[in-house]
Each structure stands twice: as C-alpha cells, then as structure tokens.
C-alpha cells in the first residue's frame, strides 16, 4: 500500500511560504519524486524559479498561472482577468492531481487567491478532499482560511521579525525573486 500524501499549509506575514515549498522540491527530486507546482497569483514578472525550474525537468513541473500581483502599482489588469486566470488555475489543478502521476502538488498562493476572492474557500478544500492518497498537497500564502487549517496534517507560520524592507531595501535577485 503507498504511503499516505499529506496535506501541508505554508502561510504567516513572514517571508519564505513559496521558498519553503521550493526547498520542498529539491528535496524531493533528489528522491526522484514527481512534483508540479502551480502558480495561482506570480506569472507575469520574472523570477529565478522560472529559470531553475527547467533545470529539474522532468521530475519537476512549474505552471505559472495568474496575471501578476493583484492590485499593486504594476496591476494592469481588470479584477476579472485574475478571477478568470485563477479559476483556470482550480481547473488545471484539479486535473493534474486527478491524473495521479504527482507525489507532491504544490499550490502557490493559493491561500492569498481566496483571500482576494478570485476562488473560493471550497475551491481548495474540493482540491484536498479530491487528492489521491499517495500524493502530497502543498497551499502557500498568506490569509490561510480556518477550514483550511483544519483539513491540513502541517500547518508553519512564517512571522516576520526583521525584513530589509524597513530599511527601505528592495527587492534582491536570488533571496526575493
């Protein structure tokens, strides 16, 4: 009998719930374990793991799926492109974990999606009650809703303590993107 896939909740105010994830993935590639990653909210600015993830092909599949951070300086699109783009993430979610092929499925920022109301809280709790056995889910971001945290076998907040931000230091290549 395989072994049982958890469910894993990676959320808080603190940096890390995607890097947590990723480091998740190296792990397991090294395993030779399937993972896919789907993107519910990056997917128009660049990023090093767009570039790095094609280094772990084929163990490793990355989907960046939404239109970009909603409603931030660069936002561009009306609220309805990321709704549409976010469901269409559920649907492509809801197929790869049925096809069974992934150990690890990992849904970036779904948790901040639902807060933003572009899916809904059944949406993932349909995603957790659908996942086969074997396979492990993985739910970054922050807001992560009270039922969600119910349904999760781990649930790690990352808190902020310090960031370079209060500093007014940007964003750096390799630690933030």
Do not use: C
């Amino acid at each position: 009998m395989p072994e049982r896939g958890l469910v894993i909740v990676y959320t808080g105010k603190g940096k890390g719930k995607t890097t947590a994830a990723l480091g998740m993935v190296l792990r397991a590639v090294g395993h030779g374990y399937k993972v896919g990653m789907i993107q519910f909210i990056k997917g128009e600015w660049y990023y090093g793991e767009l570039t790095s993830s094609k280094r772990l092909e084929p163990e490793f599949e990355m989907i960046a799926a939404g239109r970009g951070f909603v409603g931030i300086i660069d936002d561009d699109h009306p609220i309805e492109d990321h709704q549409r783009a976010a469901k269409e993430a559920i649907a492509l979610a809801k197929q790869k974990i049925a096809s069974g092929i992934y150990d690890i499925m990992i849904l970036d920022e779904i948790n901040y999606a639902a807060k933003l109301n572009l899916i809904s809280q059944q949406d993932i709790l349909d995603i957790i009650a659908a996942k086969p056995e074997k396979t492990s889910l993985v739910l970054t971001g922050n807001y992560v809703p009270e039922s969600v945290i119910a349904a999760a076998d781990l649930v790690t907040e990352m808190r902020e303590i310090k960031h370079p931000y209060q500093k007014g230091i940007k964003a750096k290549k390799g630690i933030d993107f």
